[in-house]
């Protein structure tokens, strides 16, 4: 359901390209999804002669002001280019069966329209991992170093890891201002070094953020990759506002080397509510992400196979799908700046989501599990400096926690609580925000730091919540039922608290801020409290389709996407992921392709 609306309906009827002559058509690739992965995969299967088609379910806001506009992407969500997922009660956060939001792209572009556009590739270590841990041959960083190479472009940085004439624009997008330069010497000053490329040869350390943004605006996958090919290639056919039900699979005789499942074709609705079928000649590839992909499959007849009994959907692949969820929860802080500075508007903010710098630093407890692993892990702690975003950022975040306490102490039945909660601050929200004092004060005076656990080690579901394809599917990220995970947030709760008490950043900030922080060398009950009242997603959803070596009963795919003992069916997005990687996942699924 879209609670929000933000896009002129007309915006996306005007760009709506079309799906006539589908049924007709003769296709070698069908690809569901257009969102990180969809898009590159698909551009490069038509460069090489084959006649393709990519389906997205959403509409083609890619170009609409709201997504173009990175600082904008807060007033996105439960919008029409969201999927408006919520997960079901999350019984280890507080207040307990605490529901979050789980946002998740819903255009041409997917999750890369309505993201941070932080570009992190993730460290070397992660890729490592995959290859040597997971057998995922083709993976080690050194293989995959030259696809990450050749999507990007940018100038002036090492080009034995960074590449400078790829699609994607990648870039600082403003000179840092006074205070990102001062969270950085904060940093150095409590024990971190300083390192100007996360994206080259190591992760740890202080830096800028580095942003995939063309002249200051918003880089989506389908913009980058689709749109510079559609009028050079008519192998390639885009229909947008088109809904895979399932895909169409079909026994084969023989002796197929994986099977004897085949994968003929997709089952679709159209905007107008026909239901057809179309069949492609090689493969089909689900590219609709870690939450939708598992549930195509699942809707096929391809998943655990009591689960599916039980929405009387006969199983022809007994597979994990769905089982290994993995993503990165994170904690913010609400701070407010003593004063409006002169350079609080402007150009330099415009285009900026606000995440402006990084601390990558590594736990005690990710140096114990280097030693029993043997093996160099990277970075599992992040703390993102935030600075002057869009001013409904410090609005949203500020009344979130405020809201989240009045409301969480007023009565046991939260959950019902919370949704009236939820709409009410949205309402207050949008009419604060008319208010043009209201929305200077909090783009000049919001401040944030916000700390991810990048090596989560709790895992989640995906499942069926009915054999309805339009019913969502009970999302269930399991945060932090690891108890490590509660830890490894204590120790960066410690390291963020270091860094806002240094005077680099006290002179800036006023570090009671919006909600009161507990004091680092408090009981740690109140650290722990803190943490489990105010945790939301990163929206990094992923490893629920994972790849592995062939065989492997934990690996819903082999390592190049093929999903086990069903021919010509493959996966290519971040559900694909073993293990998650500690940097922010829109850059994996495109470097899978
Ligand atoms: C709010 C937010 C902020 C984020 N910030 C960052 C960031 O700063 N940096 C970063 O690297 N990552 C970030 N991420 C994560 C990143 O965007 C995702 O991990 C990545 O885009 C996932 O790519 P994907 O191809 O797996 O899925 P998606 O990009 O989500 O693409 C899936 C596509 O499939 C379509 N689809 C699904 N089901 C169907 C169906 N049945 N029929 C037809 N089409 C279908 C969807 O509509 C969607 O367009 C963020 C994500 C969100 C939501």
Not at 107 to 134: C, H
Not at 256 to 274: D, F, I, K, M, Y
Not at 525 to 539: A, P, R
């Amino acid at each position: 359901m879209c609670l929000n609306p933000v896009i002129d309906k007309q915006d996306f009827e005007e760009r709506f390209i079309g799906t006539a002559d589908l049924e007709s058509g003769d296709f070698d690739y069908i690809v569901v999804g257009a969102g990180s992965a969809g898009c590159p995969l698909a551009a490069r299967l038509a460069k090489s002669g084959a006649s393709v088609l990519l389906l997205e379910a959403g509409g083609e806001a890619h170009r609409s002001r709201e997504v173009q506009m990175p600082k904008r992407m807060y007033g996105l969500w439960q919008s029409e280019v969201d999927w408006g997922f919520r997960s079901v009660p999350q019984e280890h956060l507080l207040p307990r069966g605490r529901v979050i939001d789980l946002e998740r792209g819903k255009t041409l572009g997917g999750s890369s329209a309505i993201n941070y556009n932080m570009w992190v590739r993730g460290a070397p270590e992660d890729y490592d991992r995959w290859a040597e841990e997971f057998g995922c041959s083709g993976w080690s960083y050194k293989e995959v170093l030259p696809h990450f190479k050749s999507i990007e472009s940018l100038e002036g940085y090492d080009q034995r890891y960074r590449g400078d004439s790829g699609p994607v624009k990648v870039a600082q997008t403003f000179p840092p201002m006074e205070e990102v330069q001062d969270f950085m010497r904060a940093c150095e000053a409590t024990g971190a070094e300083r390192n100007p490329d996360y994206n080259a040869a190591k992760l740890p350390g202080a830096g800028l953020t580095q942003f995939n943004t063309a002249q200051g605006g918003r880089e989506d996958c389908f913009s980058a990759f689709i749109e510079p090919l559609l009028r050079w290639y008519p192998n390639l056919r885009v229909a947008s506002e088109t809904f895979c039900h399932k895909v169409v699979l079909e026994e084969s005789e023989g002796q197929a080397p994986l099977g004897e499942v085949r994968a003929t074709g997709v089952v679709l609705e159209l905007r107008s509510g026909q239901i057809i079928t179309v069949k492609c000649r090689h493969e089909v590839i689900l590219s609709a992400g870690a939450v939708l992909t598992p549930q195509l499959l699942m809707l096929s007849g391809i998943g655990e196979k009591e689960h599916l009994k039980e929405h009387g959907i006969p199983c022809l692949r007994d597979l994990p799908v769905g089982q290994n969820m993995q993503d990165h929860p994170f904690v913010p802080s609400a701070l407010l700046g003593h004063a409006r500075t002169a350079e609080a508007t402007g150009a330099q903010y415009r285009n900026s989501s606000g995440m402006n710098a990084h601390l990558f630093w590594q736990s005690d407890l990710d140096k114990k599990r280097e030693k029993k692993l043997k093996r160099s892990l990277g970075a599992d702690i992040q703390i993102i400096f935030v600075n002057r975003p869009d001013p409904s950022m410090g609005l949203k975040t500020g009344l979130f926690l405020a809201g989240q306490k009045l409301f969480g102490s007023l009565s046991p039945d939260y959950r019902s609580d919370y949704k009236l909660a939820a709409s009410a601050v949205a309402s207050l929200m949008r009419s604060l925000l008319k208010l043009q004092s209201v929305r200077e004060a909090f783009t000049a005076r919001f401040f944030s730091l916000t700390i991810v656990n990048n090596h989560n080690q709790s895992r989640g579901t995906v499942r069926l919540r009915s054999a309805d394809p339009h019913e969502p599917p009970l999302i269930d990220p399991k945060h932090f039922s690891d108890p490590e995970d509660l830890e490894a947030f204590v120790q960066g709760y410690r390291r963020m608290m270091a860094v806002l008490k240094h005077d680099s950043m006290t002179k800036h900030m006023d570090p009671t801020g919006v909600v009161p922080l507990p004091s680092a060398d408090g009981p740690q009950e109140e650290i722990e409290n803190y943490i489990l009242k105010n945790s939301q997603t990163t929206w990094h959803y992923s490893c629920t389709t994972p790849m592995g070596a062939v065989g492997d009963p934990k690996a819903v795919c082999d390592p190049e996407g093929r999903v086990q003992g069903v021919r010509n069916l493959r996966v290519c997005d971040a559900g694909l992921m073993p293990v998650i990687l500690g940097g922010r996942l829109c850059r994996a699924p495109r470097g899978a392709t």
